[in-house]
C-alpha cells in the first residue's frame, strides 16, 4: 500500500490461527488502503500518542496540556501503550473503563480521560485510522449534586465578618461577589485592564497553575469571558480601597509587583488559586455561613444582579438585595 511518500510498501502479517483470521486482517488492509489511510505495522499505540501531544501542545493552553500528559502518563499509556495503532479496539477502550470502575475510579475523571483518549483518537483527520475506538464508550453520569448557595444575607454576613477581621484577602471576595469574575479571573487581573472612572474592568487574563505549581497567566476559559465588567458602586470602592493598600505596601518596599496584579500577596507575587480557596473555607466557618465553593460566588452574583435588575424594572426596590450591595 502507498506510504506518505507515496512509495509503494509492503506490508506483512503473520501468526494467525485460522486461515479466515488472516482473511480478516487482508480484509482489514484492503478496506484502509481503500479510504486512503496509511497503516502503519510497526507503531505502537504509546508512539502515536506521544506525537500527538506533542503536536497538540502547540495548540491549547498549558494547563489542558499539563492534564492530557498526566492522563497519558498514568492511564492511557500503561493500557493500551504496547497495543499497535491498528489494533486498538472498541473493546481494549471498554475493558480499561469497567476495570477502572470496578477500581472505584470517579466516573467524572474517568470521562475526562477517555475523552482525551478520543480526542487523541480522532486521527481519521489525518488519515492514520478508520475509526474512532474510544468513541461510544458508556460511561455512567454522576449523581447531580445540590449545590446550596448563599443568600444576600448571607453573603453580607461573610464580608462583614472579613472586614471585621481585616482579611487581607476580603476586597478580593467582594469584588468576586460584585462582578461574578471566576477566581482565576481576579487573581490575574491587572491594574492596566482597570478604569474606575469609567466604572469598568477589561477581563484579559486568568491566573492558572501548570503541573500544581508553576503559576502562568493565561487566556479567559472560553471567548466570551474575554470582555469588558461594568462595576457597581461597591465594586469601585473595593478596588479603590485595595488600590491604596497596594500603593502603602510599595511606599514600605514590600511590594515588587512587576505584573502589575490587581489581588497578590504583600511581596508583589501572585496569589496561589488553592489558598484562595482553603482560606475561603475558614473564613466561611469562622463568619458561621454554609459551606459553598468560591465559583458559587457567580451564580450568587448573577441571582443577586438578577434581583436588583427586576425591583428597578418593576420600580420597587429589593431591601435585601440593595441591603448587600450598598454595604460597607
Known amino acids: 500500500m502507498p506510504s506518505p511518500d507515496r512509495k509503494r510498501k509492503t506490508m506483512r502479517r503473520s501468526g494467525y490461527d485460522t486461515r479466515a483470521d488472516a482473511r480478516t486482517a487482508l480484509a482489514r488492509v484492503l478496506e484502509c488502503e481503500h479510504a486512503g489511510v496509511y497503516l502503519d505495522d510497526a507503531q505502537t499505540f504509546a508512539d502515536y500518542l506521544i506525537g500527538w501531544l506533542d503536536a497538540k501542545a502547540r495548540q491549547l493552553k498549558p494547563t489542558t496540556v499539563a492534564r492530557y500528559r498526566d492522563y497519558l502518563r498514568n492511564d492511557l499509556l500503561p493500557a493500551f501503550g504496547a497495543i499497535r495503532l491498528e489494533r486498538l479496539t472498541h473493546q481494549h477502550v471498554d475493558q480499561f473503563v ?9 466516573p467524572v475523571t474517568l470521562r475526562r480521560c477517555i475523552a482525551t483518549l ?40 461573610f464580608l462583614g465578618y472579613c472586614h471585621l477581621v481585616d482579611d487581607p484577602l476580603t476586597k478580593l471576595f467582594e469584588v468576586l461577589i460584585c462582578t461574578g469574575m471566576r477566581k482565576g479571573e481576579a487573581l490575574g487581573l491587572q491594574w492596566a485592564d482597570v478604569d474606575l472612572e469609567a466604572r469598568l474592568l477589561f477581563v484579559r487574563h486568568t491566573l492558572v497553575a501548570v503541573d500544581n505549581s508553576r503559576l502562568v497567566l493565561s487566556t479567559p476559559k472560553t471567548p466570551g469571558s474575554r470582555d469588558w465588567i461594568a462595576l457597581s458602586t461597591r465594586a469601585v470602592q473595593a478596588l479603590r480601597r485595595r488600590g ?16 502589575g496584579l490587581v489581588f497578590c500577596r504583600p511581596e508583589g507575587q501572585p496569589i496561589r488559586p488553592e489558598h484562595v480557596l482553603r482560606h475561603f473555607y475558614e473564613l466561611a466557618e469562622a463568619a458561621g455561613v454554609p459551606l459553598i465553593r468560591v465559583h458559587d460566588l457567580r451564580h450568587l452574583a448573577a441571582t443577586i444582579m438578577n434581583r436588583v435588575r427586576s425591583s428597578a424594572g418593576h420600580g420597587v426596590q429589593d431591601p435585601a438585595a440593595l441591603h448587600f450591595v450598598d454595604h460597607r
Not at 491604596?244 to 505584573?259: D, F, I, K, P, Y
Request: glycine share 4%.
Open 98 to 106: 469497567r476495570t477502572q470502575l470496578a477500581a472505584g475510579r470517579g
Open 244 to 259: 491604596r493598600r497596594h500603593r502603602a505596601e510599595a511606599l514600605t518596599g514590600t511590594a515588587s509587583n512587576e505584573r
Open 118 to 157: 478520543s480526542s487523541a483518537l480522532n486521527a481519521i483527520r489525518q488519515r492514520s485510522l478508520t475509526h474512532n475506538a474510544a468513541r461510544y464508550t458508556a460511561i455512567p453520569l454522576p449523581h447531580r449534586v445540590e449545590r446550596p448557595c448563599w443568600t444576600t444575607e448571607e453573603a453580607a454576613t
